[in-house]
C-alpha cells in the first residue's frame, strides 16, 4: 500500500518524464526524417517545374550513354577520348530536362503513343526508318525482316536459341537493353512528331499576312534625309546623373539577363619535354640504331624500344606514307634508314622483304558465334556443291567482304593469313572473339609492289623528372603566392602568364581549353578568392583563382556603366537636337538641313526586307518611318543610332515581281515551322528550372 501510495505521490513526475520522452522521440523522428527530407532536396542534379531530377536517375543514364559511345568507338578500332565523359554529362543534362518539358506539354494536350502504335513502328506494317536502316541488306539494298525476327527472338529468348554461356548471355542482355532503349526512344519521338505537327497547323499562315509579308519584301522607297549626328553635340554639354544610368539600366537590362557566372583567373602550365629529354632519347635513338640495322631479330629489337611494336605485315608501297614509300622505293632488302626527326620524333625503317601480289582478297563467308556446332555440317553441305544462298535464314552469310593484310589488328592474324593463303574452295578460319567462319575467295586484286617494312619510332616525351619539376614549381608558387591578389600580381615575374575566363555552370569545359570540367565544377563549389588544387588538363597543369561572382539575374548596372553612360547621353543629346529643330520653319527638308548645318543626301531601296540602310548602317527607326511615310510628306525628327534624322520619300519604286499567293503562303509556311521548331528553347526560357548537376559533376 505504502508502494501504491508512492507511486501515485510520483505520478506527475512520471507524465513530465514519458511527455518528454515522447517529445524527445518524436524531435528525433522528425530530425531524421527532415534530414531525409534535406538529403533527398540536396541528392538531385536539376528541378524542371518543381519535379526533380535526382542524382542516381541522371548518372544511370550517364553510365548507359557512356557504354553506347564506348561501344560505337570500340566497333571503330578507337578509344573514346577523355573529353566526351563531359560532353555526355551535359548532353544527358539537357535531354532529361527537355524530356520533363515534353512530357509537361504532351500530358497537357492529352498526347500519347499506345502499345499497339509503338508495335506498329518496332515489328509491324510502318517500321520506323531507324531498324529499317538497322536490317537492311548492303548488298541488295531491301529491309531484310526476317534477319529482325530472329534479332529479337535471340535477345528476348538466347536459350531456346541455343544461347547459354555466361559470356554470351551477358553480351544479349546488353543488345536487350540497348533495344529497349531504343523503343523508348522510339516512343518519345513519335510522341514529340504529334505535337510538332499539332503546333505547325495552329501556326498557319492567313492571306492577311501573306499580302503584308509580300509588301515587306518588294516595296521600297528611295529617301532624302539629313541626319544631325550625335557627335556635333559636345560631350562636356550633356550631364549624366546616376538617375540618368538608372533608368537607361531599366530600359536594357531585360536583355542581359545572365546565369550564374564565376570569373576565374588561372595559370596553365604546358608540360612539355624539356633539353634533358630530347638529349636522353638523341643518345637512345644513336644506341639502337646499329642493332636495328643488322639484327638478325629485328622485331624483338622494335617491340624492346620503338614507342609502335614491331607489324608482320605486307603493305601495298602506294598507300605508304610519303618517307616511307620514298625509301621502298630505292631499297635493297635489308637495308636501313638513318634516324629521322621530325614531329618530336625520331623515326627509323628497316626494308625486310618484298613481293608483288593481291592488295585485297574478297571473300563470301558465312560466320558462327563461338560454340556453334552447326559450322561442320553447314562446311559439308557448302562442299557437296549447295550455293551459300541457299541456307536458312538463321545462317549469317555475307555475300563480299574485303579483306587486305593490314586488317589483322581487326581480325586477327590467323583469319588473314588464311585469306591470302587460300585456294579457290571453302575453308574454315577464326576471327577474333573467336567467331568462326566457312569462307572462299571470290575475287583478288591485280598483283601490286608491297613490302614488308620494320619501323622504329621513338618518341620524345616529357620525363617524370620534367613532369615533377614543373608540377613542383606551379605548387611552390601557390604555397608562396596563397592569397588572390599575390596570385595574380606575382606570376608575370614568375615566369607565369594570367589568362582570364568567365564559366557557367552548364558549361562542358572552360573557355578556351578543353576538357576542363573539373575546373568548372570546383569553381561553382569555391568562394570568391579561393585557390584551387593542381588539376591537370590534357598536357597541362592548371591551377586557379576564383575573381568573381555574378549571380544569377541581371547583368549587375557598374558592369555595363561604360554602354549606359554612352546610351544616356545620346538620349539627352537626342533630346537636344530634336527641341532645336522643333523651332525650324517652314518645315522643309532643306530646312532642316541648315538648322542641321548638314547638306541633303539620298538612300535607295529602303525596305522593310532589311533594316539596314545604305550609307548608314543599322538603323531600323529610319526604315519604319520611311516604309510608312508618303510621298513628298517630310517626316518629324527620327531619333536613330548615329543622329538625329529628317526625311522625306521622294520615289516609291515599283514592284518587281507579281504577287503569288501560294508561293507567299508557302513560304511563310517553312518560316513558322522553323520558329515552331524553337517551341522547346522557349519551353525552357519560360520554366523555371533549377540546375544544380554542377555539385556533383
Excluded at 681 to 697: G, M, P, S
Amino acid at each position: 500500500m505504502a508502494t501504491l501510495e508512492k507511486i501515485r505521490s510520483k505520478a506527475a513526475m512520471l507524465v513530465v518524464v514519458i511527455g518528454i520522452a515522447l517529445l524527445a522521440f518524436i524531435i528525433g523522428d522528425f530530425l531524421n526524417s527532415g534530414q531525409s527530407f534535406f538529403m533527398m532536396n540536396q541528392n538531385k542534379v536539376a528541378t524542371v517545374n518543381g519535379t526533380a531530377i535526382g542524382v542516381e536517375e541522371y548518372q544511370e543514364r550517364v553510365n548507359a550513354r557512356t557504354e553506347q559511345m564506348q561501344a560505337m568507338y570500340q566497333q571503330n578500332g578507337m578509344s573514346m577520348p577523355d573529353g566526351m565523359s563531359a560532353t555526355i554529362q551535359m548532353e544527358v543534362y539537357d535531354q532529361m530536362v527537355s524530356e520533363k518539358l515534353m512530357t509537361e506539354e504532351l500530358e497537357a494536350v492529352g498526347i500519347a503513343v499506345s502499345d499497339a502504335e509503338l508495335q506498329d513502328m518496332l515489328t509491324g506494317n510502318n517500321i520506323h526508318p531507324e531498324i529499317v536502316r538497322s536490317f537492311t541488306d548492303p548488298q541488295t539494298g531491301i529491309f531484310d525482316r526476317q534477319a529482325l525476327d530472329n534479332y529479337l527472338s535471340v535477345i528476348f529468348n538466347p536459350e531456346e536459341n541455343g544461347y547459354t554461356e555466361p559470356a554470351q548471355l551477358e553480351q544479349i542482355a546488353m543488345q536487350r537493353q540497348a533495344w529497349l532503349d531504343m523503343e523508348e526512344q522510339i516512343r518519345q519521338a513519335r510522341a514529340y512528331e504529334k505535337f510538332m505537327n499539332l503546333l505547325n497547323a495552329a501556326v498557319m499562315p492567313n492571306k492577311v499576312d501573306a499580302e503584308m509579308a509580300f509588301a515587306a519584301q518588294t516595296k521600297s522607297v528611295d529617301v532624302a534625309y539629313a541626319v544631325q549626328p550625335y557627335m556635333s553635340v559636345a560631350d562636356s554639354t550633356v550631364e549624366v546623373s546616376k538617375s540618368d544610368l538608372q533608368a537607361e539600366y531599366n530600359k536594357l537590362k531585360a536583355r542581359y539577363e545572365t546565369p550564374e557566372v564565376r570569373t576565374i583567373r588561372y595559370i596553365a602550365v604546358d608540360v612539355v619535354p624539356s633539353a634533358d629529354d630530347y638529349a636522353k632519347v638523341e643518345e637512345k635513338i644513336n644506341m639502337v640504331q646499329a642493332q636495328f640495322a643488322t639484327s638478325d631479330d629485328v622485331a624483338t629489337v622494335v617491340d624492346n624500344n620503338s614507342d609502335v611494336p614491331y607489324e608482320d605485315v605486307f603493305v601495298a608501297v602506294s598507300s605508304m606514307p610519303a618517307d616511307m614509300k620514298n625509301f621502298v622505293e630505292t631499297a635493297k632488302v635489308g637495308d636501313a634508314t638513318e634516324p629521322a626527326f621530325a614531329n618530336d620524333a625520331y623515326t627509323m625503317y628497316r626494308l625486310m622483304d618484298a613481293k608483288t601480289a593481291p592488295d585485297t582478297v574478297t571473300v563470301s563467308l558465312v560466320s558462327f558465334a563461338m560454340g556453334d556446332t552447326r559450322i561442320d555440317s553447314v562446311y559439308n553441305v557448302l562442299a557437296a556443291g549447295t550455293a551459300m544462298d541457299a541456307l536458312g535464314a538463321d545462317v549469317n552469310v555475307t555475300k563480299e567482304f574485303a579483306v587486305t593484310e593490314g586488317m589483322y589488328n581487326n581480325l586477327g592474324r590467323q583469319f588473314v593469313n588464311d585469306v591470302f593463303a587460300a585456294g579457290n574452295g571453302y575453308f574454315k578460319t577464326e576471327s577474333f572473339g573467336g567467331v568462326q567462319h566457312i569462307a572462299k575467295v571470290v575475287k583478288r586484286s591485280a598483283p601490286v609492289a608491297k613490302a614488308k617494312v620494320a619501323t622504329m619510332t621513338i618518341g620524345v616525351a616529357p620525363s617524370v623528372d620534367t613532369e615533377t619539376n614543373l608540377y613542383n614549381a606551379l605548387s611552390s608558387y601557390v604555397a608562396k603566392y596563397n592569397n588572390a591578389q599575390q596570385f595574380v600580381d606575382s606570376a608575370y615575374v614568375a615566369g607565369y602568364t594570367i589568362m582570364p575566363a568567365d564559366c557557367q555552370a552548364t558549361q562542358a569545359s572552360v573557355p578556351g581549353m578543353k576538357n576542363s570540367r573539373q575546373i568548372v565544377h570546383w569553381a561553382f563549389n569555391a568562394k570568391k578568392g579561393e585557390i584551387s588544387e593542381i588539376f591537370e588538363v590534357d598536357d597541362r597543369y592548371v591551377v586557379a583563382v576564383v575573381e568573381k561572382i555574378v549571380k544569377e539575374g541581371y547583368r549587375p548596372m557598374e558592369d555595363m556603366e561604360t554602354m549606359l553612360t554612352s546610351a544616356a547621353r545620346r538620349t539627352k543629346k537626342a533630346a537636344v537636337i530634336t527641341e532645336q529643330l522643333a523651332a525650324v520653319t517652314p518645315a522643309t527638308l532643306e530646312a532642316y538641313a541648315t538648322a542641321m548645318n548638314a547638306s541633303v543626301d539620298t538612300a535607295k531601296f529602303v525596305s522593310m526586307a532589311s533594316l539596314s540602310v545604305a550609307g548608314l548602317g543599322y538603323e531600323p527607326a529610319v526604315v519604319g518611318v520611311a516604309s510608312g511615310l508618303e510621298a513628298g510628306v517630310v517626316s518629324a525628327p527620327v531619333v536613330g543610332n548615329r543622329g538625329v534624322y529628317v526625311l522625306q520619300v521622294v520615289n516609291e519604286n515599283p514592284v518587281s515581281r507579281p504577287y503569288n499567293e501560294d508561293a507567299e503562303m508557302s513560304r511563310l509556311q517553312q518560316q513558322y515551322t522553323g520558329a515552331a521548331n524553337q517551341f522547346l528553347e522557349v519551353l525552357k526560357e519560360k520554366a523555371d528550372i533549377e540546375n544544380t548537376l554542377v555539385r556533383f559533376f
